[in-house]
């Protein structure tokens, strides 16, 4: 097991393993024996599989368990949910010195952690990831927060963790889909940062790869070195959104019938369609069962950038590889966006 500590205002670890679940009562209490009620947050398709489990270990460490189970899916992301949520804290008599365990993926781990955020101006959340982009991506870095029907991701607070809990063993059951689109996370960590890590995955990793422990973490330490340079997201950050600029536009066009991972996969293909890397790029997409190609033409492309009015007319700043593992970003005009492209 990894312990990796984010080294920000109020630092947490981020432990990453094997079969960690059924201790996860004994690790919160460790850190913090003040915690009577511990509010467990999680969804209809995750709880089937693993609530048991959770609600075992932390009676086991001897805290009162409310569990809160909510309909999977980015459809429940919003104030609505988290209204509810609250009522349920208030109702059960949470104080300050209790807190919320989000057990699922980044819609579980935003949500729940954006309602620890504001519940009594704030207690602490733990953060049990159970997709591969949760662990390497939502859980670590504070960022929590839920959608409007005017957009994603609209509402929200900086709101870090006290601890976060990647069980590797937990992504055995997801859909071979799914786990796709936490591997376009890890390849755009690959090309931005590490080339060892793209070295690494040039022999495909799956579910049940040993390798799969060792490729969250280095991910992890990844995500924690530039959200501790960073912690407030305006320079050194932005290198994660590599593929995200196109990326974001493919998903709102398609009414995000297209997943978030299938459109970053595409998103670094095609802002890198004239960079040295392109092939190597392009080779790892395929390797992983990703698209890298879209049918989308440029209009299509800068509508759904620009289709936030109020950032008509403004500059755009995209992510740029021409180096495995070395990324710049780079300003520019909307319109210079088509010669990349
Ligand atoms: N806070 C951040 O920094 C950050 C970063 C990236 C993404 N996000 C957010 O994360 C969300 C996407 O995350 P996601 O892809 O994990 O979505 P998700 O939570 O909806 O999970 C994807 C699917 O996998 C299922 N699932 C989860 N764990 C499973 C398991 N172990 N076994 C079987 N099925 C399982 C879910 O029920 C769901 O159907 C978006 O809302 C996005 O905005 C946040
Ligand atoms: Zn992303």
């Not at 939502?138 to 839920?146: E, M, P, R």
């Not at 595409?266 to 049918?295: F, Q």
């Amino acid at each position: 097991m990894r312990r990796i500590k984010v080294k920000v205002r109020h630092g947490y670890v981020v432990m990453v393993g094997r079969d960690l679940l059924k201790d996860c009562g004994k690790f919160i209490q460790t850190g913090d024996t003040r915690i009577k009620k511990i509010f467990l947050v999680s969804e209809t398709n995750v709880a089937p599989l693993y609530l048991d489990k959770t609600r075992k270990s932390l009676e086991d460490a001897g805290f009162e368990v409310v569990e809160y189970i909510f309909e999977a899916g980015e459809k429940s992301k919003n104030l609505n949910e988290v209204a509810k949520m609250l009522g349920v804290l208030a109702e059960n008599g949470f104080t300050r010195t209790d807190a919320v365990v989000a057990l699922g993926g980044g819609v579980t781990t935003d949500m729940a952690g954006f309602a620890a955020s504001i519940y009594l101006r704030g207690i602490k959340v733990y953060q049990i990831a159970t997709t591969l982009l949760a662990q390497v991506d939502a859980s670590v870095g504070g960022k929590t927060g839920v959608d409007l029907k005017e957009g994603k991701n609209l509402v929200g607070a900086f709101h870090q963790p006290s601890l976060v809990i990647c069980d590797v063993d937990l992504l055995q059951s997801l859909s071979d889909e799914v786990f796709a689109e936490g591997m376009a996370e890890v390849i755009k960590y690959a090309f931005i940062s590490d080339r060892d890590l793209y070295e690494k995955l040039k022999n495909k990793i799956d579910k049940n790869s040993p390798d799969l422990e060792d490729v969250v973490a280095r991910c992890v330490e990844l995500k924690a070195y530039v959200v501790e340079q960073d912690e407030l997201d305006n320079g050194l950050r932005q290198t994660l959104n590599f593929g995200h600029t196109l990326g974001h536009a493919i998903e709102r066009n398609s009414n995000f019938t297209v997943s978030h991972g299938f459109a970053v996969a595409k998103g670094m293909a095609m802002i890198s369609r004239h960079s040295p890397i392109y092939n190597e790029l392009v080779e790892m997409i395929k390797l992983y069962d990703l698209p890298y190609e879209d049918d989308s033409t440029f209009e299509d492309l800068l509508g759904g950038i620009m289709n936030d009015k109020k950032k008509r007319g403004s500059k755009i700043t995209v992510v740029l590889v021409n180096e495995i593992g070395k990324a710049e970003l780079k300003t520019i005009e909307p319109n210079e966006l088509k010669g990349y492209l």
